[in-house]
């Protein structure tokens, strides 16, 4: 069997990764071992970062909601269970929108909710 030089496909996926981790300090960014594990740590830190961002903007709707709501006499839990009451799906990213924005316009969804 012939002998077999590894061609420019190796040369090309190394290339890759290490432009991936290239603002890397140090041996992260210049050896091929190192800057591997360092993209598969990134990968996982991103992944993992983007399921929290959800989870960390949906703290901030519901904590500038509860806020608003306590400044017209009602907590987040009631001012929540009156809307299902009522049968409508609160959208809390845009009721937060609203409560920082239109503290008057809150202040009506509010009265008009409570009103049954």
Not at 22 to 33: M, V
Not at 44 to 60: E, P
Not at 61 to 90: C, D, E
Request: aromatic share 8%; with cysteine; hydrophobic share 40%.
């Amino acid at each position: 069997m012939t002998r077999v030089k590894r061609g420019y496909i190796a040369k090309k996926r190394r290339k890759k990764i290490l432009a991936f981790v290239s603002g890397s300090r140090g041996a992260h960014s210049k050896l091929f071992r190192t800057a591997n594990q360092q993209k598969m740590r990134a990968l996982v830190s991103a992944h993992r970062d983007r399921i929290k961002r959800k989870r960390d903007f949906r703290r901030l709707w519901i904590t500038r909601i509860n806020a608003a709501s306590r400044a017209n006499g009602v907590s987040y839990n009631q001012f929540i269970h009156f809307l299902y009451k009522r049968q409508l799906l609160p959208n809390r990213r845009t009721l937060a929108q609203i409560a920082v924005l239109n503290n008057n316009c809150f202040s009506m969804i509010l009265e008009n909710i409570l009103v049954l």
